[in-house]
């Protein structure tokens, strides 16, 4: 971790924009945040439609694997079927291929609190929810 911290400690000082460029990402982060967050705490049934996104595995996962099988078994001639099922690999290996960069990125880069934690933010949480689900 020294070493990465030194190499990136490097890289900003070589390369000034880095540095313009993590402040540009983190204020637009904020205005995001801030932005969503102040809908919080202001309808109950926005905010438990927020929970239940939150809570909910079909939302999250089924959804998408829905759309998977559905485009892998949908009816159509043989063509048509190569086709779709070539491009649920595809996604499918593309969606690997990014876990991956973006896993790698979290070790890489600075770390970055989240917003739940920072209490400089005054995150407000939607009603019903807790932090563990979060």
Do not use: H
Not at 10 to 19: C, H, I, K, N, V
Not at 28 to 51: E, G, K, P, Q
Not at 59 to 72: A, N, P
């Amino acid at each position: 971790m020294i070493i990465i911290n030194s190499l990136l400690t490097q890289a900003s000082t070589r390369l000034p924009f880095l540095s313009r460029l993590a402040g540009i990402v983190e204020r637009f982060d904020y205005a995001i945040l801030m932005f969503f967050n102040s809908l919080a705490t202001r309808s109950w049934y926005f905010d438990n439609f927020v929970r239940f996104i939150c809570d909910s595995q079909i939302i999250k996962s089924g959804l998408i694997v829905s759309f998977l099988w559905w485009f892998w078994f949908r009816p159509g001639d043989d063509r048509q079927k190569r086709d779709s099922r070539e491009k649920v690999v595809s996604t499918i290996a593309a969606s690997l291929v990014t876990l991956f960069l973006a896993r790698s990125l979290a070790v890489i880069l600075p770390f970055r609190q989240r917003p739940i934690a920072d209490a400089a933010l005054n995150f407000k949480l939607p009603l019903g929810l807790t932090t563990s689900s979060l």
